[in-house]
């Protein structure tokens, strides 16, 4: 790499540092007490995407091998960012308020999917008097939740009627972050980045394993939105791609029965990752008895995962339950589908029963007939097993009824072995979302659902359409 094409790539670098360094700082105006409407929201989204944008600049130019950099130094650039944000204010976020509480269940010995958040605070109850004029009275918390009588977060998480979502390897990672210190951020971010720096480290070698350039790793390891939202915004889905890799490095190997078992560890981190189960074995399909061995130890796993949220689904207090039947929030096509299906009901007279749950069943069938669609391919390959599942979980986004930023982190590691710029560019349009936020303060929800969902989601359907289309006849040529 001559001297000035050597500048050109650590002056890129040197203005996504600064563009970081500079949301870090502001980050101080989303204190959890500051109103929405007295934060700079729109400050953040326009770094956020400026970000976003000279990521796809760095990334573009590595595919062309324009730039480059060894791997010690970009190591070091990622972890550097990551670090910057270990101490600084969420922004918009309050999840982890919800770990700290799981992860204090499970360290008590009790069963986090019997409780919600509300059971430990103190709330007023009904008085059967109360025609008298009498006050309602104090109803205490639950008797088993006493400990966190005193602990003011509790207040602070969102959704307090609704018990956990998160599957039990998860909330053993709640449990480990309270075990080392309770209600601590700062704790729970070094969690996510160590997490980070083995995904890193797994990735490099996937990539060495697959003779692909080693420098992808920096799709990963630079994308800005990944940074933000895991270590800023402490997400727990970063827990997923250690599992999610560990599975592809061992399938590369073709030791499947290990592979299917850190599959199946990640469905204890999210259940999503269920989908990618068949393609995974689908080379053992015509060999019955290793199949057979192969997949029991997925299959266990998966019963002792499962069973815990199962057990508890049907409660109308389900975080599962909930999150299936109940959730929509920041969908594109999703929100189409069910506002077309509303739309006709009240329109002309079609009956569709609830067109919320029937939009969620025509969707489940898309991904389920997707899943066995994706079985005609042998996955023989490792390239075929991570195009397989690229194209499940990038369908499975586009799809959902929750189209958070942070899900990119699902399918991100998968990016940087089969780079796609169509999707890396959502890096640049998903922070559109944190406007939802102000916009609801200003009555405004509807300018959000119909301006903003739309930007950040259609450009790179375009663009993968667009970039179907121009490969179409490279495709019929390779098939005759």
């Not at 919800?98 to 409780?115: A, C, E, K, V």
Request: aromatic residues 14%; glycine residues 2%.
């Amino acid at each position: 790499m001559n001297l000035t094409i050597k500048k050109y790539a650590w002056l890129l670098i040197s203005i996504l540092g600064l563009v970081l360094l500079t949301i870090q700082a502001f980050s101080t105006q989303f204190e959890y007490l500051i109103p929405i409407l007295k934060r700079p929201t729109l400050l953040i989204v326009i770094l956020l995407v400026i970000a976003g944008l000279i990521y796809l600049v760095i990334i573009k130019n590595i595919l062309l091998k324009k730039i480059t950099f060894n791997l010690v130094p970009l190591f070091f650039i990622g972890l550097v960012l990551r670090l910057v944000f270990l101490q600084s204010t969420p922004i918009y976020e309050d999840d982890f308020y919800r770990y700290f509480f799981d992860g204090s269940l499970t360290t008590h010995g009790l069963n986090p999917y019997n409780y919600a958040p509300e059971d430990a605070l103190k709330k007023s109850a009904p008085n059967r008097n109360n025609i008298l004029g009498l006050e309602n009275k104090e109803q205490d918390a639950h008797p088993d939740l006493h400990f966190l009588a005193e602990q003011s977060l509790m207040e602070r998480v969102a959704y307090p009627h609704i018990r956990t979502i998160y599957p039990p390897v998860t909330q053993a990672v709640f449990a480990l972050s309270y075990v080392i210190e309770p209600f601590s951020l700062i704790v729970w971010r070094a969690l996510l980045l160590i997490s980070e720096i083995i995904s890193f480290f797994l990735l490099v070698k996937l990539l060495k394993c697959m003779n692909k350039p080693m420098i992808w790793s920096a799709i990963y390891w630079l994308n800005p939105l990944l940074i933000t939202e895991t270590i800023n915004a402490a997400h727990m889905d970063a827990l997923l791609v250690p599992l999610l890799l560990s599975a592809l490095l061992l399938a590369a190997k073709k030791n499947y029965r290990f592979a299917g078992l850190a599959l199946a560890l990640a469905v204890g981190v999210k259940v999503w990752p269920i989908l990618l189960i068949p393609s995974l074995f689908r080379p053992l399909l015509t060999k019955p008895k290793e199949l057979l061995v192969a997949i029991l130890p997925c299959l266990l796993t998966l019963i002792v995962v499962l069973i815990p949220q199962l057990l508890s689904y049907t409660n109308e207090q389900s975080g599962l339950m909930n999150y299936s039947q109940y959730w929509r929030t920041n969908s594109f096509l999703f929100g189409l589908l069910e506002n077309s299906l509303i739309y006709f009901d009240e329109n002309f007279a079609y009956y569709f029963g609830d067109p919320q749950q029937l939009a969620r069943l025509i969707v489940g069938g898309i991904i389920s007939l997707l899943v066995i669609f994706q079985l005609k391919n042998s996955c023989e390959h490792i390239e075929q097993l991570i195009k397989s599942w690229l194209v499940i979980i990038t369908c499975l986004f586009l799809l959902s009824p929750t189209g958070y930023p942070w899900y990119l982190i699902w399918f991100l590691p998968l990016l940087a072995v089969k780079p796609s710029l169509p999707l890396l560019s959502l890096t640049m349009l998903l922070p559109l979302y944190n406007l939802r936020y102000p916009l609801n303060e200003l009555n405004k929800t509807e300018l959000f659902n119909d301006v903003f969902i739309p930007l950040q989601f259609l450009p790179p359907i375009l663009f993968l359409f667009i970039q179907w289309y121009r490969n179409k006849p490279k495709m019929k040529s390779l098939l005759q």
